[in-house]
């Protein structure tokens, strides 16, 4: 069967938000209005500031505007891999960050805790699975790769299993894997959209007002205040949160920190118990490979298999008609069955796409300005579901003038490296996917411009 015929039938919209349980959206914001926290953004980070914000003072009033729908965006279009980890994986963070390496590890677990904790407080249900993941190898030479990951994390407290290839295959059945860790302790998988939908409940339930279909068009500052311009009227505050991750911040000189890059997956229709059987997966781990243009895979409630990743593509701007890609879908089908042959005629229900928001560190990155009034959180470059919540405890406390461990970090202190302007902003990240694609052709030998990256910290192997 040609796998482009597995697309015929495809859906052009995330799975995740294609849900007939999705909420009613809020209504928009219609005059002023004054309070004492302004959320700019709906997805996980604006959520989890609005729902914290509340947890720790619940008599502010706490406003949350959205531009479309909550969890709508990158939050509701993502695999759903909810990890400890709040630098991109154990590997960026140590080589940014040795010296605190194991306070980051320490407070990502201790931030995954209390997400479950929240989950269950607020009976959010959103078929969380602790289920850990794998990191598989499909080429001889990431055998060792992957070995070196699993005695480094082990090093740093994780709960680590190296399988050989009949062990991995006896976990996820495909002929192409050669071997895998297991990293057992530090992700949890989540449907994407219903954990979005359960902290806007939560927010709600707590007394903050969300507006959705609400733009934030403008900021500016007048002495002790702030104040945002929606279509409808000004919103007037003390303190702003901004969380627009992708789309460009309100403040210009944020804007260079971050570029947008599509990330794309597909959806396969539930298996049936013959095609359940035939791959195995009774652990449910989600999985992914080291390469550079790699795929991230899990199962889900229902049993489809999400398939996603290998292309990312870098766009200037964040446009409706870039969330669809079909020569990118052409290609995850391909590989699809090329990793599992024996699911030959399954049919993808969904395939999708939207924007992450890249920094040059790979991960979250802080800011304030308006002296102190406004403060920002972008760049978690795909790896946000966790990290997120991280993200919004430092916002407020930076909002608070409070120096606790989290705004001690030297992760929240400094910010990456701006990407330079435009041509050459297109240019040198052109040249690195380009190089980054010839190393996994060439068993991940970096060439000179890539080893020039990592010698000025910009280094990136996925």
Known sequence: MD??????DAAPTPFWLDDPNRPQATSALVGGTTCDLLVVGGGYTGLWTALVAKERDPSADVVLVEADEAGGAASGRNGGFCESSLTHGLGNGLARWPDEIGVLER?????????ED???????DCDWERTGSLVVATEPHQLDWIAEEAETAARYGATTTVLDADAVRAEIDSPTFLGAVWNKSDTAMVNPARLAWGLKRACLDL?????EHTPALSLDEHGAVVSVRTPYGRITTHKVALATNAYPSLVRRHRPYTVPVYDYALMTEPLDARQLASVGWRNRQGWADPANSFHYVRISADNRILWGGYDAVHRRHVRAEHDRRPETY???ARRF??????LEGLRFSHAWGGAIDTSTRFCVFFDTSHRGKVVYAAGFTGLGVGATRFGAEV???LLAGE?????????VRRKPLPFPPEPVRSLGIDLTQRSLARADRDRGRRDLWLRSLDRLGLGFGS
Request: aromatic share 6%; proline share 4%.
């Open 118 to 124: 929240t989950l269950a407080r607020h009976s959010i």
């Open 107 to 115: 407070l990502g677990r201790a931030n995954l805790l209390a997400m």
């Open 395 to 397: 916002m407020l406390d």
């Open 337 to 342: 069955f090329h990793t599992f042959p024996q």
């Open 330 to 332: 052409a290609t995850l």
């Open 403 to 411: 120096y606790t461990e989290r705004t001690a970090l030297e992760l």
């Open 3 to 8: 796998p482009l015929l597995s697309l015929r």
């Open 207 to 211: 007394g903050v007002r969300i507006h």
